[in-house]
Every structure is written in structure tokens, then in C-alpha cells.
Nanobody
Framework: QVQLVESGGGLVQAGGSLRLSCAAS????????MGWFRQAPGKEREFVAR??????YYADSVKGRFTISRDNAKNTVYLQMNSLKPEDTAVYYC?????????????????WGQGTQVTVSS
């Protein structure tokens, strides 16, 4: 099973940018669909974005502001976050599921990282 480690979180002012990284080990990275999720205090975990091969899918709340990408040579998935808003404040998690799995935004993700905190101040 793949192991995932997120990095790149921090404190940023509204309108600013951050890039999150998620490094994978212990599996064949190119064989996974990679996803980003987030959980704000007192709220349920929500889908942010996922990338299958080179096809990207986004939650409506981040579309046009966030970009997910992957570098299979580095076994890393990224989340570029621009025009950040205070409501983007959350712990961000990356997750993996087999690329052959066809399901919804949450389905089938079996490996999760420990999360990285993103705080956007107003």
C-alpha cells in the first residue's frame, strides 16, 4: 500500500497562494488516481480535487482557483492554490486509489496522508 506525506501548508493572507505537495512511496505511483481533500474544524471532510492520468476534476468551490498536477517521475502530486479565501482554511489531505477504480469523488481512496494545515487570514 502506498504511503503519503503532505507538505507545504502554512499561514497566508486572503488572496495569497500556496502550493501543497504530496510525496508517495511504496507503490507504483502512476497506477493511482490521486486526490486532495480538506477538513475544516467542526465540518466533515470534503473533496477538493483529483487527478486520473492527466485528467483533473475539481469541487465547485475551488474551480478556477486551485490546480492539481502530478509528476510521476517524482512520485508527487501537487495542489496549487491561488486566490485563497478564509473559507479555504482546513487540514488538507492527499489520498490514493487505484487508477482502474471508477467511482465518485470519495469512493475507493484507501491510502491517506497525515494532513497539512492551511490557514487563510482575512
Amino acid at each position: 500500500q502506498v504511503q503519503l506525506v503532505e507538505s507545504g501548508g502554512g499561514l497566508v493572507q486572503a488572496g495569497g497562494s500556496l502550493r501543497l505537495s504530496c510525496a508517495a512511496s511504496g507503490g507504483t505511483f502512476s497506477g493511482y488516481t490521486m486526490g486532495w481533500f480538506r477538513q475544516a474544524p467542526g465540518k466533515e471532510r470534503e473533496f477538493v480535487a483529483r487527478i486520473w492520468i492527466s485528467f483533473a476534476y475539481y469541487a465547485d468551490s475551488v474551480k478556477g482557483r486551485f490546480t492539481i498536477s502530478r509528476d510521476n517521475a517524482k512520485n508527487t502530486v501537487y495542489l496549487q492554490m491561488n486566490s485563497l479565501k478564509p473559507e479555504d482554511t482546513a487540514v488538507y489531505y492527499c489520498a490514493a486509489r487505484p487508477a482502474t477504480y471508477y467511482g465518485g469523488n470519495f469512493d475507493g481512496f484507501h491510502s491517506w496522508g497525515q494532513g497539512t494545515q492551511v490557514t487563510v487570514s482575512s
